[in-house]
C-alpha cells in the first residue's frame, strides 16, 4: 500500500513536469528545466562550507536554446517516460535496461546514469522509489535474521554462510540479531577469509562486503541495520587511496549520489584499519609493501582536501598523510605473512576494543 501511494505521489510529479513543458512549448516559449547541484564535500578545508547539510548548493538550468543542455533534455524525457511506464506497471529496470532501449541516442551508460540521478533531484525521491535497481553485489554473514518479500534469510543458523544482500531494501523486515556489532569488509577475499575461519561463530558479529565500491543495496542495507539494530559498526580496508576511498564512501557518501547522501551515508561507520601505521606495529616484512604510484598519490592528495576529513576526522587525514609519507601502501591480505588466521584471531581482535581511541572514531548520535 505504502509503495502504490508512492507510486502515485511520482507518476502525479511526473504529469506536472510533463504538462508544464508542454504548456511552455504551446505557447512558444522554451522551457527551462532547473536541477539543484549536490554536493558532500568540498576541496578547501579551512572554509565554512554547508557540504555537511543536505541542501542543494546552487543550481544548474537547462534550456533548449543551447545545444547541449537540447540533447540531456532529450535523454532525460526519454528516461522519464520509461520510468513512468516502470511505475505505471509495478515493474522494475535496471540502468543497463534502461541504456539498451535506447542505445543509438544514449550513447554510452553514464549518459543514462545522469539521467536518472536528473530526475531524482527533480521528483525530490531515491533512485528505488523509481523502480530502477542495481544488481545486487554485497554479501552478507553472521548472526542475523530477516524477511525480505516473505523469503527468509536465516544467517544465525548458518553464521559463516554468504547470503547476497537483497537489491529490494524497503521489503526487508523483522530483523533480528544477537550480534555486538557490524564488521565491513572491503573485498570478498577477506570475506571468505572470515568465513573460513569461522569468525563470526567465534565473533558474535555481522560482516558485510560491497566487494569493492559498495552499490546502493550493500549501503541502504547496511544503515537499514544500523538504525535498527543501533550497533556499532567498523570497516576494514586495504591500505591503499582506494581502501580509504571506499570506507569515505560508507561513511559520508560519494559524490555522484550526494543528492542522495541522506538515506546513502552511515555517520556511525568507524575506521578498523588497516592503517599506515600498522605495517610497523604489526611488523610487516618489507616485501608486503608496495611503493604508491603516481596516481596513487595523485589520488591521495586529491583526497587529503576534502573538507569532512578536517572537520570531521582530522585523525583519518593524519594517518592519510602518513601514507604519502611513506611512500607505501599494502592490502589487508598481508596480515598473512605471519600466520593464515592471524588476522581473524590476532589483528580484528586486536582492533575492536581500541577502536574508540581514534577520535575520528566518536560518532554522533
Same mark, same amino acid.
Given at each position: 500500500?505504502?509503495?502504490?501511494?508512492?507510486?502515485?505521489?511520482?507518476?502525479?510529479?511526473?504529469?506536472?513536469?510533463?504538462?508544464?513543458?508542454?504548456?511552455? !512549448?504551446?505557447?512558444?516559449?522554451?522551457?527551462?528545466?532547473?536541477?539543484?547541484?549536490?554536493?558532500?564535500?568540498?576541496?578547501?578545508?579551512?572554509?565554512?562550507?554547508?557540504?555537511?547539510?543536505?541542501?542543494?548548493?546552487?543550481?544548474?538550468?537547462?534550456?533548449?536554446?543551447?545545444?547541449?543542455?537540447?540533447?540531456?533534455?532529450?535523454?532525460?524525457?526519454? =528516461?522519464?517516460?520509461?520510468?513512468?511506464?516502470?511505475?505505471?506497471?509495478?515493474?522494475?529496470?535496471?540502468?543497463?535496461?534502461?541504456?539498451?532501449?535506447?542505445?543509438?541516442?544514449?550513447?554510452?551508460?553514464? =549518459?543514462?546514469?545522469?539521467?536518472?540521478?536528473?530526475?531524482?533531484?527533480? !521528483?525530490?525521491?531515491?533512485?528505488?522509489?523509481?523502480?530502477?535497481?542495481?544488481?545486487?553485489?554485497?554479501?552478507?554473514?553472521?548472526?542475523?535474521?530477516?524477511?525480505?518479500?516473505?523469503?527468509?534469510?536465516?544467517?544465525?543458523?548458518?553464521?559463516?554462510?554468504?547470503?547476497?544482500?537483497?537489491?529490494?531494501?524497503?521489503?526487508?523486515?523483522?530483523?533480528?540479531?544477537?550480534?555486538?556489532?557490524?564488521?565491513?569488509?572491503?573485498?570478498?577475499?577477506?570475506?571468505?577469509?572470515?568465513?573460513? @575461519?569461522?569468525?563470526?561463530?567465534?565473533?558474535?558479529?555481522?560482516?558485510?562486503?560491497?566487494?569493492?565500491?559498495?552499490?546502493?543495496?550493500?549501503?541502504?542495507?547496511?544503515?537499514?541495520?544500523?538504525?535498527? !539494530?543501533?550497533?556499532?559498526?567498523?570497516?576494514?580496508?586495504?591500505?591503499?587511496?582506494?581502501?580509504?576511498?571506499?570506507?569515505?564512501?560508507?561513511?559520508?557518501?560519494?559524490?555522484?549520489?550526494?543528492?542522495?547522501?541522506?538515506?546513502?551515508?552511515?555517520?556511525?561507520?568507524?575506521?578498523?584499519?588497516?592503517?599506515?601505521?600498522?605495517?610497523?606495529?604489526?611488523?610487516?616484512?618489507?616485501?608486503?609493501? !608496495?611503493?604508491?604510484?603516481?596516481? @596513487?598519490?595523485?589520488?591521495?592528495?586529491?583526497?587529503?582536501?576534502?573538507?569532512?576529513?578536517?572537520?570531521?576526522?582530522?585523525?583519518?587525514?593524519?594517518?592519510?598523510?602518513?601514507?604519502?609519507?611513506?611512500?607505501?601502501?599494502?592490502?589487508?591480505?598481508?596480515?598473512?605473512?605471519?600466520?593464515?588466521?592471524?588476522?581473524?584471531?590476532?589483528?580484528?581482535?586486536?582492533?575492536?576494543?581500541?577502536?574508540?581511541?581514534?577520535?575520528?572514531?566518536?560518532?554522533?548520535?
Amino acid at each position: 500500500m505504502e509503495r502504490n501511494a508512492s507510486s502515485r505521489a511520482l507518476l502525479s510529479k511526473i504529469k506536472d513536469l510533463t504538462t508544464s513543458l508542454v504548456k511552455e !512549448l504551446s505557447e512558444g516559449r522554451s522551457p527551462n528545466i532547473c536541477i539543484h547541484n549536490f554536493r558532500n564535500y568540498c576541496t578547501d578545508p579551512n572554509s565554512n562550507c554547508l557540504c555537511s547539510s543536505d541542501l542543494p548548493k546552487g543550481q544548474q538550468v537547462l534550456t533548449l536554446t543551447r545545444q547541449c543542455h537540447a540533447c540531456r533534455i532529450d535523454v532525460l524525457l526519454r =528516461v522519464l517516460v520509461i520510468v513512468q511506464k516502470l511505475l505505471q506497471e509495478n515493474r522494475h529496470g535496471s540502468k543497463r535496461d534502461i541504456y539498451y532501449m535506447h542505445p543509438s541516442v544514449f550513447s554510452e551508460q553514464s =549518459v543514462v546514469d545522469r539521467a536518472i540521478n536528473d530526475i531524482c533531484i527533480l !521528483l525530490q525521491c531515491s533512485r528505488h522509489n523509481l523502480n530502477v535497481v542495481s544488481v545486487g553485489n554485497g554479501l552478507v554473514m553472521g548472526w542475523l535474521r530477516f524477511l525480505e518479500a516473505g523469503r527468509k534469510f536465516d544467517c544465525i543458523n548458518s553464521p559463516t554462510t554468504a547470503y547476497t544482500i537483497p537489491v529490494h531494501v524497503e521489503e526487508v523486515k523483522d530483523i533480528v540479531s544477537v550480534a555486538k556489532y557490524i564488521l565491513i569488509v572491503e573485498k570478498e577475499s577477506v570475506f571468505q577469509r572470515l568465513a573460513n @575461519d569461522k569468525f563470526c561463530n567465534a565473533n558474535r558479529c555481522i560482516v558485510i562486503t560491497g566487494r569493492g565500491y559498495p552499490d546502493i543495496p550493500t549501503r541502504r542495507f547496511l544503515r537499514l541495520l544500523v538504525e535498527k !539494530l543501533c550497533l556499532p559498526v567498523y570497516c576494514l580496508v586495504d591500505c591503499d587511496p582506494y581502501g580509504f576511498d571506499i570506507l569515505t564512501t560508507y561513511r559520508f557518501g560519494s559524490m555522484q549520489m550526494a543528492f542522495d547522501a541522506k538515506v546513502l551515508r552511515v555517520p556511525e561507520v568507524q575506521w578498523l584499519g588497516a592503517f599506515p601505521s600498522d605495517f610497523e606495529k604489526y611488523d610487516l616484512p618489507q616485501q608486503c609493501l !608496495l611503493p604508491l604510484t603516481a596516481e @596513487d598519490k595523485r589520488r591521495t592528495e586529491t583526497m587529503l582536501l576534502r573538507c569532512y576529513l578536517q572537520k570531521e576526522v582530522p585523525e583519518w587525514r593524519l594517518e592519510l598523510e602518513l601514507m604519502l609519507q611513506k611512500g607505501v601502501k599494502f592490502e589487508i591480505e598481508a596480515f598473512s605473512v605471519h600466520t593464515l588466521s592471524f588476522l581473524s584471531e590476532q589483528y580484528i581482535p586486536s582492533k575492536i576494543p581500541k577502536v574508540e581511541v581514534l577520535p575520528g572514531n566518536n560518532f554522533k548520535s
